[in-house]
């Protein structure tokens, strides 16, 4: 059955650094796009990266572009996301999203990150 498994989420200090990582089974990892979604508490489903399936394009939000960065390891079916100078506002539970069809990807369980 399809698996997606985020990890690496922490409290971490303002300006920090941290890399966060899904791992996923039970697709064709590598004919599929993924992304990265937050939702703060009280706040709205925010996306936050998307990656192709091969790994070569990605696309950010304008307010994340440059402090994010999303990655894949196809080889390992292991998807990434890469946060620096953390603030904040960046506190929410990250979600790993992906395969399925297009109106019914499949999620995570997310991994809490909290800047503090």
């Known amino acids: 059955h399809v698996q997606l498994v985020e990890s690496g989420g922490r409290v971490v200090q303002p300006e920090e650094s941290l890399n966060l990582s899904c791992a996923a089974s039970?697709?064709?990892?590598?004919?599929?796009?993924m992304k990265w979604s937050r939702q703060a508490p009280g706040k709205e489903l925010e996306w936050v990266a998307t990656i192709d399936a091969r790994g070569s394009t990605t696309y950010y939000p304008p307010r994340l572009e440059g402090r994010f960065t999303i990655s894949r390891d196809n080889a390992k079916n292991i998807l990434y996301l890469q946060m620096h100078d953390l603030k904040i506002e960046d506190t929410a539970m990250y979600y790993c999203?992906?395969?399925?069809?297009?109106?019914?990807?499949?999620w995570g369980q997310g991994t809490q990150v909290t800047v503090s």
């Open positions: 999203v992906g395969g399925g069809s297009l109106f019914a990807p499949y």
């Open positions: 039970g697709f064709v990892f590598n004919t599929y796009g």
